[in-house]
């Protein structure tokens, strides 16, 4: 897969909270539980989903996935559907941390010392937080709890303000997928472009070639990628481990309130399933979408009052007598012709009565021609 040997990585602001040692390595040492409610803890076994989530006002929601499951992708879903935001761990730190607030001069301290984050101070950051204007609606946590007594210490301040958690989702993908996904990225560490040997190769990575870092460039810059250090496959296999030994405990404490979802398909349909669990509306398919929009549903004419209906009545009655007023001005226009016209009447009778002596006149011409032929006969009738 082309992962090189694990390195330890410095603590940093992204380092997990500090956990309950004795409790983690029984648990390494021990094979896997079957799922059991934990003692002493609330009874979110008793309550389905639904009432779960309809004891709080708020939506509750605890996001869980091994690296390389897809948390990335579908939490801004999960986010923009519900209308919440999503709290991670290490920004909280990061947030208090800048913000100089109390907790956050104690949380940069440990840092600063090489020490790991207590619990304690990772529920206090998550106490204030939860208390801003964007968490009203509710909010989802991310990388939080970790451990079983991390989980009994957020009920604690939940059941404080009235509230539980209500929504569990757990992303499952098999160990030996996470291995190729993450063993095989590479990323640009200016831009944080994200590439894959056999997913989404780079230009300068041939067919058939081994990656190395004279081979794996960014596409838009020419620079070296690089593979981080946890995204190697010693370090991945410490952080599964982790990750399954710390996790089936939590979901057993709230069996009741957990969605599994298996993340090992293609993104579109892990997003359905997630929709699915959670009973958001999936997006329609391009298909359906086209449908919509070319019949539209017709709306229903709204109720009009007695009196709109009278005016529009009248309406047509306007309209007609607009169309109506050019011809009355044309009238008008032939009024003065009209009159003309009447006067040039009797002279057009007198030319009518002229025209038969006219007529007249012109049946005499033949005879008064004739009459001209026959004056040299008698001239010649005298002469003899």
């Known amino acids: 897969m082309g992962c090189g040997s694990s390195t330890a990585a410095t603590p940093s602001l992204d380092a997990p909270v500090k956990d309950s ?34 004891k709080g006002s708020k939506t509750v929601m605890i996001l869980f996935g091994p690296p390389g499951a897809g948390k990335g992708s579908h939490a801004p879903k999960i986010v923009e559907a519900f209308k919440i935001p999503q709290l991670s761990t290490g920004d909280m730190l990061r947030a208090a941390v800048a913000a100089g607030t109390e907790v956050g001069k104690q949380a940069k301290t440990v840092m600063e010392s090489g020490g790991l984050v207590s619990d304690e101070l990772v529920v206090s950051i998550i106490r204030e937080r939860i208390k801003e204007e964007d968490c009203t609606s509710g909010f989802i946590l991310d990388g939080f709890p970790r451990t079983v007594e991390q989980a009994k210490m957020l009920d604690e301040v939940l059941a404080g303000i009235g509230e539980k958690v209500n929504h569990v989702v757990a992303l499952e993908v098999p160990d030996a997928v996470l291995t190729e996904r993450i063993c095989g ?3 640009h560490k200016e831009s944080g472009r994200s590439y894959h040997i056999k997913y989404a190769k780079p230009k300068s990575l041939p067919d058939g070639a081994e990656p190395t870092e004279d081979n794996m460039k960014d596409d838009e810059t020419g620079e070296p990628l690089m593979q981080r250090k946890d995204d190697t496959e010693q370090a991945l296999k410490s952080r599964l481990e982790g990750y399954h030994t710390q996790t089936v405990p939590i979901l057993a404490h709230y069996a009741a309130v957990v969605h599994k979802v298996d993340a090992d398909n293609a993104p579109d349909k892990v997003w359905i399933s997630i929709a699915a669990a959670l009973n958001i509306d999936a997006p329609a398919k391009p298909e359906e979408e086209a449908q919509v929009k070319e019949d539209p549903v017709p709306a229903e ?64 011409e033949p005879a008064a021609e004739a009459a001209k032929e026959e004056e040299p006969a008698a001239e010649e009738a005298k002469e003899e």
Request: hydrophobic share 45%; glycine share 0%; no cysteine.
């Open 21 to 54: 040692t004795a409790s983690v390595k029984a648990a390494a040492q021990a094979p896997p539980a079957a799922a059991q409610p934990m003692a002493g803890t609330p009874a979110y076994a008793e309550l389905k989903p639904a009432a779960a989530a309809a």
């Open 185 to 187: 990225r590479w990323v």
């Open 301 to 364: 004419p709204a109720k009009e009052e007695p009196a709109a209906e009278a005016a529009k009545e009248e309406e047509p009655a306007t309209e007609v007598a607009k169309e109506e007023e050019p011809a009355a001005e044309a009238a008008k226009e032939e009024e003065p012709a009209m009159e003309v016209a009447k006067e040039e009447e009797p002279a057009a009778e007198e030319a009518k009565e002229e025209e038969p002596a006219a007529e007249e006149a012109k049946e005499e």
